[in-house]
């Protein structure tokens, strides 16, 4: 594999409650910047950035959602064929942390790839009203399989490597990502069909 | 005895005047250094039953004899630790051990070859292998087919010059040339070690010669081939092997429920016929069985076998072997079925070719009638709205007329296919209610069956990207794939899919629910066809909830709503339809002034012509700016009775909604209440634009789902009502990804994002406009608090006396001025969602699915329907498996995840259909040939009850290996069992077998009679022998060294193959 071409396209989800900092996890990511008068998403945005991950390009398609009740009706169908989603709730938060069982759901009901990985986002460390602990979200990850990670979009801290993490374990995902490059087919053909040997007693 | 290091010299030297032949000789030289096939060590013989089952490698080289070409093939067994240990320890071997005697110590592999018994019938090798014993040899084969090295002196000269070859590399790998015709497979071949040779040598006659028809005649040939008689002769050891070939299996034949292929026009046609996939071989998979009785190692003066006697009898052979011969290419009908269809994708014809042809017959034929013919395109073959059949079965005659008889399906098989893919269609709504519920009902009852025997069938569903197992679709592809294989193919199918659209064209014209497709939006977990399905109900549905919605206004008498209208006076009546109409979502325009009455069909076609305007007419208000001539009359005529007007109107609106009933109460009440609130409260609001918030203020309130707990509003102190709101618009995968793909190509910029959150606001801002209007006098902030409850931040909460007041503000970025939010609430008008703008537009969405469906071309529709197809073929599968099969089992269990990659994959490939189809026939030829298995051991065969067990562990070992020992021998269940079928057959071949007395116990008796008369065996088709024996040659005193030599005899080969070794130091 090139080191200097893009490998895959994959495409990356962020979903959670509203008000997390959903928006603005992406935008430190992509535009390394911070913007506290971010507005509330509508429906889905959509940002690209091009990450290198073990010497592999992967052009990441990144979809935003809402995280109002609302527009949950409309989101979910935005989840098809997503390889990885990053599922964030605030740490200063107890209901938006409360409340990610129920995205799980969704995420259950709706993804097609049964075997998407799923990553765990705990924003907003950089403020002082803490009340999610790091080990509530540990526990939680553990519990349903996630990778774990606390950060702030406002400090940069975790936002990166959160990313990098995620397309990492997709890429390391077989069959994730790649769509049908491989045959892998032994199965048919009837038994010894190799020229010269014969069975049994067919001597001739 | 040449020394090594004289090589290089020798090489030099020679190399200008070379002749043709020592070039040759050079160049074998040359290849077999390169192999490293010179100066190896000895390996051991190989282990039981490794020629069979071990892996043999090969390695090939070209080279030629003048202009005489030759392949030179290395073929060997792979040993176990080949991989670590050969090349190293090869290496040191080839450049320090250049003395002989070390290597003479040992003996070589040839003569240990020779000499095992491990592996003295090989079940698959190759053979020379398997005549000489070997498991390394190198062979020369004349590359061009038609050149041959036929005669004496070319085989000598060739052998010669292999042999200097080999001496003078060093190499003591035996090499073979093919002599003669190809075919006749007759190999000559020498090895040469230091201190002595091995000579293969080959006989082979079309014809066994009558003195060697016999272990003696054969020993005979033996001992006079090694050429000397000593006293002390040491004995020969003999190695025989029997095959006996039954071919007729008279206990079981061969069973298979043909399907029903009864596609007469004029006979009736069972339903069976399209309904169901068929499943199995047509003939009996298995056609052979061989045994194999093998006596291994006797010494010749045990065993007598001369012309007039014989000690080998089967019965007493103490090892006994099963291979059994499977039909090359059994006809199995799924798998054939299943690639017929398949082959339809390579199709490049639209419907139009294939089924063109049979239109303008059928046109020439009544071209006077064009109203017919435009009957034909419109009318949907079955007529729903009559109750009885008859009256159905007389229209199908009429239809039957015009039908030519050039189509490939008659209008019976046509209408039984619809009826089956339809089946709600056949009889009156009642009656298809009911059988609709009877059959969802057997539909799980099946499922439930199928589910039982593997574990996968529950999980196959979510695997595989396709249609619910009993869905429409699920037997359209079912029966499209019977049709085609049975009736005249794509011809057919294109008949039936023709049919079917016209079917679905029906459905939405005349609002008939699809059945058997599951309700709800689509379901992105299945195939796009059955999405589109889905698609087109919730269409449906949607027009069926509107156009109720209208005749509850227009028509029925029976309306709760009669008594509020009799209120209203002669004047407001005609004013009331009016009214109606324009509850009636988008349909106000088209208001008729003639009468009360409006044809629901009508206003339904004016429907998407209207599709793109907002209608507020109801908007009765003096505040109104725009005021339509709609309006205006509305107004007039409003102002006796408002209040009850809008009772009405909004009682009937919300009849579907549960709160009904409590709503209308209250709404009294807060009209009153709100009246009075709304101007005090007026100046308190800040974020709302002052227009817009008059609306919000006068409006009375319309389209409440449900209070909201315990929300009050923030300037009016009222409860906050949930408004009805507008469902989003169901999507299938392929509108999904345009839409993704409009969205993402806006970009990343902010600019593209506004836009983006623009075009999505659509349904932000029917939202919001039903929250106003069911919310008169609300705020952003009221909204923010039911929409987006964590945009609204609480404050201190102050207790004051009696009433706690809650103060708050709106999160920071929603007090951003100008996003996007607080700009749609500005925008946003009180409209309840029933007035607002469709978000989903049912008759173009539902126009689109038709017509995405008619432009499907007959190869697109295959593939569409392919997903579905293996999965109705898996579960075929699977109702047939045996889960005792572990070999099924794994088949089963590739054959699922690749199914499920297939169907998931995002670019459908027909490729991998066929390969896929390919795993499914393999799978039902190992449950053919299982069945089969099954049905000749039976343990009913069988005297002892307990053998059972010991049969399925032989019949799954026979499906697994080619070639099976029979555990106990012929004392064993399973060779009692053949010795009975043998015994069968024999009889059977020697009398003419009363068929009649086909009982059991009169078989035994009859064969208790004749078993003294015929031999329970047939002769053996093939005889082989391995003669083996340990003495010196060529001379009484040269060394000791094995010699062996392999007989075979059958019908018509008679081959003897030996291989002679001699001392060549003491000669």
Redesign the interface.
């Known amino acids: 594999m090139s080191d200097h071409s893009v490998l895959t396209t994959l495409k990356i989800l962020i979903i959670g409650?509203?008000?997390v900092g959903k928006s603005s996890l992406l935008l430190r990511f992509?535009d390394d910047t911070f913007d506290?008068?971010?507005?509330?998403?509508?429906?889905?945005?959509?940002?690209?950035k091009t990450l290198t991950v073990d010497g592999n390009g992967a052009k990441l398609?990144i979809?935003d959602t809402a995280?109002?009740?609302?527009?949950r009706?409309?989101t979910p169908?935005?989840y098809?064929?997503a390889q990885g989603v990053i599922l964030v709730y605030d740490v200063t938060?107890r209901?938006?942390f409360n409340k990610l069982d129920a995205w799980l759901n969704e995420l259950e009901t709706?993804s097609?790839k049964?075997d998407v990985v799923k990553m765990l986002v705990g924003n907003k460390i950089d403020m002082d009203k803490r009340e999610v602990s790091k080990e509530d979200g540990l526990k939680f990850a553990r519990k349903h399989q996630m990778l774990f990670i606390e950060s702030s979009a406002k400090t940069k801290e975790g936002v990166q490597c959160a990313f990098e993490e995620l397309v990492e374990k997709v890429i390391q995902t077989p069959?994730l990502w790649e769509?049908?490059k491989q045959g892998g087919?032994t199965?048919?053909g009837?038994?010894?069909s190799s020229q010269?040997?014969?069975?049994?007693?067919c001597?001739? | 005895m040449a020394a090594d290091d004289d090589g290089d010299v020798f090489e030099i030297t020679d190399f200008t005047t070379a002749s043709e032949w020592e070039r040759f000789i050079a160049r074998v030289e040359e290849i077999l250094h390169e192999w490293k096939l010179v100066n190896c060590e000895p390996k051991p013989p190989a282990k039981k039953g490794d020629y069979a089952n071990g892996v043999w490698k090969e390695k090939s080289e070209e080279l030629s004899f003048a202009d005489f070409k030759f392949c030179m093939t290395h073929i060997w067994l792979k040993q176990p630790q080949e991989d670590d240990r050969k090349t190293s320890v090869e290496r040191e071997t080839a450049e320090n051990e250049t003395e002989e005697e070390e290597q003479a110590d040992k003996t070589a592999t040839v003569f240990l070859d020779l000499q095992s018994m491990n592996n003295d019938f090989p079940s698959r090798a190759h053979c020379i292998c398997r005549w000489f014993g070997l498991q390394e040899f190198v062979t020369l084969m004349p590359v061009v087919n038609e050149e041959t090295i036929d005669t004496e002196s070319r085989i000598k000269l060739l052998m010669s010059s292999v042999s200097i070859a080999l001496s003078n590399a060093g190499c003591s790998v035996p090499v073979f040339a093919q002599i003669q015709q190809r075919w006749q497979k007759l190999y000559i071949g020498t090895c040469i070690m230091p201190g002595a040779t091995v000579e293969f040598k080959m006989v082979s006659l079309k014809k066994i010669p009558y003195q060697y028809n016999h272990l003696t005649g054969l020993l005979d040939a033996f001992k006079s081939k090694l050429g000397y008689a000593v006293e002390r002769r040491p004995p020969v050891f003999v190695t025989v092997r029997f095959m006996y070939v039954l071919q007729d299996w008279i206990n079981s034949p061969w069973t298979q429920s043909l399907p029903d292929l009864s596609s007469s026009f004029d006979e009736e046609v069972g339903c069976s016929s399209f309904e169901q996939l068929p499943f199995g071989a047509c003939d009996d998979p298995v056609t052979q069985l061989h045994l194999s009785c093998t006596w291994p190692c006797l010494s010749e003066e045990i065993i007598v076998e001369s012309q007039f006697y014989t000690d080998l009898n089967p019965l007493q052979a103490p090892h006994w072997s099963v291979r059994v011969q499977m039909a090359d290419d059994p006809q199995c009908l799924l798998g054939e079925y299943l690639e017929a269809f398949l082959q339809l994708c390579k199709r490049k014809e639209s419907w139009d070719q294939v089924i063109g042809n049979l239109q303008v017959e059928e046109e020439t034929e009544k071209t006077s009638d064009i109203s017919q013919a435009l009957q034909k395109l419109t009318e949907p073959s079955v007529p729903y709205n009559l109750p009885a059949f008859g009256s159905y079965m007389t229209q199908a005659a009429a239809r039957h007329d015009i039908t030519p008889k050039h189509l490939p399906l008659s209008q019976d098989v046509l209408n039984q296919i619809i009826f089956f893919l339809f089946p709600d269609a056949s009889k009156a709504a009642k009656v298809a209610k009911e059988r609709d519920e009877e059959e969802t009902k057997s539909g799980k009852e099946e499922q439930e069956i199928t589910t039982a025997p593997h574990g996968n069938v529950k999980e196959l569903p979510k695997q595989l990207k396709s249609a619910p197992f009993g869905s429409l679709l699920h037997r359209l592809s079912v029966c499209l794939c019977v049709i085609n294989e049975n009736y005249s193919g794509l011809h057919a199918v294109g008949q039936v899919w023709q049919e079917f659209l016209l079917e679905l064209r029906y459905r939405w014209d005349y609002s008939y629910i699809i059945y058997e497709i599951e309700r709800g939006p689509p379901n992105l977990g299945t195939c796009l066809l059955y999405q589109k399905l889905q698609m087109l109900n919730c269409c449906i549905e949607r027009k069926i909830k509107r156009e109720q919605l209208h005749k509850g206004y227009t028509g029925e008498p029976d309306s709760p709503l009669s008594s509020l209208r009799d209120k209203i006076t002669g004047s407001t009546a005609a004013h009331n339809s009016s009214i109606s109409q324009l509850g009636d979502k988008g349909e106000v325009k088209t208001v008729d002034s003639s009468g009360p009455k409006t044809n629901p069909k009508k206003a339904q076609s004016f429907d998407s012509s209207s599709e793109d305007e907002f209608f507020e007419c109801e908007e009765e208000n003096d505040t109104v700016k725009e005021k339509d001539s709609q309006s205006e009359i509305e107004k007039e005529s409003l102002e006796q009775s408002e209040t009850e007007m809008e009772a009405v109107d909004e009682s009937a609106i919300e009849n579907e909604t549960a709160d009904q009933s409590v709503d209308s109460e209250k709404e009294e009440k807060v009209k009153g209440s709100s009246a009075i609130n709304s101007k005090t409260e007026d100046d308190a609001v800040s974020l709302t634009s002052e227009s817009s918030f008059k609306d919000s203020l006068t409006h009375n309130p319309e389209g409440r789902l449900a209070p909201h707990g315990e929300l009050k509003l923030l300037y009016t102190g009222e409860q906050m009502y949930i408004p009805v709101t507008q469902e989003p618009a169901p999507m299938t995968e392929d509108m999904l990804d345009e839409h993704a793909e409009v969205l993402a190509k806006l970009g990343t910029s902010t600019e593209g994002a506004q836009l983006r959150a623009r075009m999505q606001s659509a349904c932000l801002l029917s939202d919001m406009e039903s929250f106003k209007a069911a919310n008169p006098g609300c705020a952003l902030e009221d909204f923010v608090r039911w929409y987006s409850p964590r945009d609204w931040i609480e404050d201190e909460v102050e207790g004051e006396d009696v009433q706690t007041v809650i103060k708050g503000h709106l999160s920071q970025r929603m007090e951003i001025p100008g996003n996007m939010w607080v700009e749609v609430w500005q925008t946003a008008r009180p409209v309840p969602a029933r007035r607002q703008k469709r978000l989903f537009d049912d008759t173009k969405e539902a126009e689109k699915v038709l017509h995405f469906l008619s432009s499907l071309q007959p190869a697109d529709v295959v593939l569409h329907l392919l997903p579905v197809l293996i999965h109705a073929a898996i579960l075929k599968v699977m109702e047939n498996e045996d889960q005792e099969l572990p070999v099924l089992q794994q088949l089963l269990d590739k054959l699922c995840s690749k199914a499920s990659t297939v169907t998931r994959s995002p670019a459908q490939d027909v490729r991998s259909y066929d390969e896929l189809i390919r795993m499914i026939s393999h799978a039902e030829i190992v449950i053919a040939r299982n069945q089969s298995l099954r049905s000749k051991f039976t343990a009913s065969l069988l005297d002892r009850t307990d053998a059972e067990s010991e049969l399925r562990h032989f019949v799954n070992s026979i499906l697994k290996n080619s070639e099976v020992p029979v555990r106990g021998g012929p004392q064993g269940p399973a060779g009692s069992i053949i010795h009975k079928l043998f015994s069968a057959a024999q009889k059977a071949s020697n009398m003419a077998l009363d068929e009649d007395s086909a009982q059991e116990k009169e078989k035994d008796r009859e064969f208790q009679k004749y078993e003294q008369t015929f031999p329970d065996f047939p002769r053996p088709s093939a005889r082989e022998y391995i003669l083996r024996t340990v003495i010196p040659r060529p001379a009484p005193y040269s060394k000791p060294l094995p010699q062996r030599m392999h007989c075979v005899l059958c019908d018509n080969d008679f081959r003897l193959a030996g291989a002679f070794s001699s001392d060549s130091v003491f000669q």
């Open positions: 409650e509203s008000g992509t506290p008068e971010q507005t509330a998403t509508i429906g889905v945005d959509f940002k690209v398609a979809w995280g109002q009740e609302r527009f009706t409309l169908s935005y098809r064929g938060s209901q938006s709706f097609t049964h069959g769509t049908d087919m199965l048919i009837s038994r010894g010269g040997y014969c069975g049994g007693y001597v001739i």
